[in-house]
């Protein structure tokens, strides 16, 4: 047998169910292939850098695209997340890269945001709506442009 055949077993899959995954930086474009071609449409938010709340809900609004004046405040960001109607489709993935500085500098916010999130992804599995989250320390390399 040779050892180029192609096994399905190998191939990159979704995670399975919704919620949390603390994921090292090689695996987020594999899981985000693998979410994509389950029909997840795909949304980054950028941490790297972020040091406090505010900041996070600014990073948040913007790689989610948030409408004006959603998300400004926790109960704020668990609405839009548990919403996402201006986004196409019902299956999101959220890719979050780059949350050491916030783990370090603001590990409470950090906390309240995982939390929101269990909470959102308990929710919207309730509603039959998948929802994934990968969360990585380092931040994704930037393509020059």
């Known amino acids: 047998m040779s050892t180029d ?17 603390q994921v090292p930086l090689a695996l987020l474009p594999e899981l985000a292939d693998a979410a994509w071609r389950a029909g997840f449409l795909i949304s980054h938010v950028a941490l ?7 900041g996070l809900l600014a990073a948040c609004a913007d790689g989610l695209a948030f409408p004006p004046g959603l998300g400004g405040n926790w109960d704020g960001l668990a609405d839009a997340l548990d919403d996402l109607s201006w986004l196409d489709g ?56």
């Open 90 to 145: 019902d299956h999101h993935a959220i890719l979050i890269d780059g949350a050491a500085t916030l783990r370090a500098q603001a590990p409470q916010v950090l906390a309240t945001l995982t939390q929101i999130i269990a909470e959102v992804a308990a929710q919207r599995a309730a509603a039959g709506l998948p929802f994934q989250v990968f969360l990585c320390d380092e931040p994704m390399p930037t393509q020059a442009g």
């Open 48 to 54: 790297a850098g972020v040091d406090d709340k505010a």
């Open 5 to 21: 055949t192609f096994n399905p077993a190998d191939a990159p899959q979704p995670v399975a169910g919704n919620g949390l995954r």
